[in-house]
């Protein structure tokens, strides 16, 4: 099932973490995890959801956070950024039923994804879903580039896609 947060207190920051078991793992090499964590909580909290439209949409199964995404303002869309499905809960569909169903509640809007080049699954999953390449490189918000990227697009209809 479809959840999404607009905001900070409408996530379960806990629940959410277990998504990002690995990513948290990474980053934890360079500070601790519980500093990861706490890093990404402000970052949520003073930047991403003081953001207009940004949203963190939660695939949701038996009341477990299974998959997660964010969405935020980019171009003429919304960028989906930073999909993840927690270890566990892998090979079963999730990631693709969460941006499935992303789509079809954002009628309308064409909604951009940038995807390692290196990353076949998250490239087949999103194709799979309706994107389509449009750039051969992935230029983030911040406006940096990333040639070992590429840039995807769906474009939704006023009834979904």
């Given at each position: 099932?479809?959840?999404?947060?607009k905001?900070m207190h409408?996530?379960?920051f806990?629940k959410l973490?277990?998504v990002?078991?690995?990513?948290?793992a990474?980053?934890?090499?360079?500070?601790?995890?519980?500093?990861?964590e706490q890093d990404?909580?402000?970052?949520?909290q003073?930047?991403?959801?003081t953001?207009?439209e940004?949203?963190?949409?939660i695939w949701?199964?038996?009341?477990a956070?299974?998959?997660?995404?964010?969405?935020?303002?980019?171009?003429?869309g919304?960028?989906?950024a930073?999909?993840?499905?927690?270890?566990?809960?892998?090979?079963?569909g999730y990631?693709?039923k969460?941006i499935?169903a992303?789509?079809?509640?954002?009628?309308?809007?064409?909604?951009y994804?940038?995807?390692?080049?290196?990353?076949?699954?998250?490239?087949?999953?999103?194709?799979?879903?309706?994107?389509?390449?449009?750039a051969?490189?992935?230029?983030?918000?911040?406006?940096?580039?990333?040639?070992g990227?590429?840039t995807?697009?769906?474009?939704?209809?006023?009834?979904?896609l």
């Amino acid at each position: 099932m479809l959840y999404l947060a607009k905001s900070m207190h409408q996530l379960q920051f806990g629940k959410l973490m277990e998504v990002y078991t690995e990513s948290n793992a990474d980053k934890a090499e360079n500070g601790g995890l519980l500093q990861a964590e706490q890093d990404f909580y402000q970052y949520l909290q003073e930047c991403f959801f003081t953001t207009p439209e940004a949203v963190y949409a939660i695939w949701m199964q038996n009341g477990a956070y299974v998959s997660a995404l964010r969405l935020e303002p980019y171009k003429d869309g919304l960028l989906l950024a930073a999909l993840e499905t927690a270890p566990e809960h892998r090979r079963r569909g999730y990631a693709g039923k969460l941006i499935c169903a992303v789509l079809a509640a954002f009628p309308g809007k064409k909604i951009y994804s940038h995807i390692s080049r290196k990353n076949t699954a998250s490239l087949a999953v999103h194709k799979k879903c309706g994107f389509r390449k449009i750039a051969d490189t992935a230029v983030y918000i911040d406006g940096s580039v990333n040639p070992g990227a590429i840039t995807l697009c769906a474009q939704t209809t006023e009834k979904g896609l």
